[in-house]
C-alpha cells in the first residue's frame, strides 16, 4: 500500500494510508491523492473514530 506522507511541523511527517473524507467511506491515501486537489496550505483534521 502507498502512503501519503504529510509535514506536520518541527521538520516532521506522518505516512497516511488511509484517508475519510467527513461523509465519505475510507479509502486508500494513494488514491485520495490521485483524485483530490492537495495544495501546501492543505489542512487534515484528526477523527477519532476507528
Known amino acids: 500500500m502507498n502512503p501519503l506522507i504529510v509535514g506536520c511541523g518541527d521538520n516532521t511527517s506522518i505516512e497516511l494510508l488511509e484517508v475519510q473524507i467527513a461523509g465519505k467511506k475510507r479509502m486508500p491515501a494513494?488514491?485520495?491523492?490521485?483524485?483530490?486537489?492537495?495544495?501546501?496550505?492543505?489542512?487534515?483534521?484528526?477523527?477519532?473514530?476507528?
Open 30 to 50: 494513494v488514491d485520495f491523492a490521485r483524485g483530490y486537489r492537495l495544495s501546501d496550505k492543505t489542512i487534515f483534521e484528526k477523527n477519532s473514530e476507528k
